[in-house]
């Protein structure tokens, strides 16, 4: 295999921006999906079918339609509704952070239904209100079993922004897709793009190993 690491060392600083845009990304999205997500669990854990309906709805498409068609739909048609015109930057963010938000609202409501309701109902008997006992008993021994699923998230999230590179966001595969077209060479722009989502993930979860052992 003829393996040219000139072109790899001109396009070093490119690849390095892409890398600072996925994390900004995955970040970003991670962040407004947990906020999305936790309310959307609530919504899925409402006892009246009719208005569990929408947030069961919400969960059930986002979870069962490709992330790349959600990307295209965001980007062509969403974006320009609100903002008048496309935008990759915009575009990534929203598409990735309503996705994981079905996936982050599934992971908020099995992290509070594997809490025994009996504490719940211990709280209330101490005389606490329904919001202090979800906000002082019952989340913080949730949120300690939803650390590696959230982990898993983040990781899946930094993985699926290399979709990104549809709507030309320039994160890491934009610019190993760039790389491409100018040298019209396969080996070098993906080994060199693969390898810098493996440093990602690899050190993403050994971090997070280390958060759990510490909690």
């Known amino acids: 295999m003829d393996f040219n690491f000139d072109i790899i060392g001109g396009y070093l600083p490119l690849f390095l921006r892409g890398t600072l845009y996925t994390i900004g990304f995955s970040i970003a ?4 999906g947990s906020v999305f997500g936790l309310g959307i669990g609530f919504g899925r854990m409402v006892k009246s ?5 929408p947030f ?3 969960i059930n498409f986002f979870r069962g339609t490709p992330l790349y ?6 980007h062509f048609g969403l974006v320009p509704a609100f903002y008048g015109s496309t935008n990759a930057l915009i575009s990534g963010v929203v598409a990735l952070s309503l ?16 809490v025994d309701p ?3 109902e211990a709280a209330l008997s101490l005389g606490m209100t329904g919001r202090q006992s979800m ?11 939803m650390v590696p699923a959230f982990g898993n998230e983040f990781i899946v999230l930094v993985k699926d922004s290399s979709l990104l590179a549809l709507v030309a966001a320039p994160e890491i595969m934009y610019w190993g897709n760039t790389m491409k077209g100018q040298y019209m060479r396969i080996w070098e722009p993906y080994l060199t793009a693969a390898v810098i989502y493996f440093v990602l993930t690899y050190s993403l979860s050994k971090l997070l190993s280390y958060i759990e052992r510490r909690m």
């Open 69 to 74: 068609v959600q990307i295209l739909i965001v």
């Open 49 to 53: 079918p009719l208005w569990r309906w």
């Open 99 to 114: 996705n994981s938000a079905a996936y982050t609202a599934e992971i908020f409501r099995a992290g509070i239904q594997s």
């Open 118 to 120: 009996g504490q719940r």
């Open 29 to 32: 999205s991670i962040i407004l």
């Open 135 to 145: 906000r002082f008993v019952v989340l913080p021994q949730a949120i300690k079993r």
């Open 56 to 58: 069961l709805a919400y």
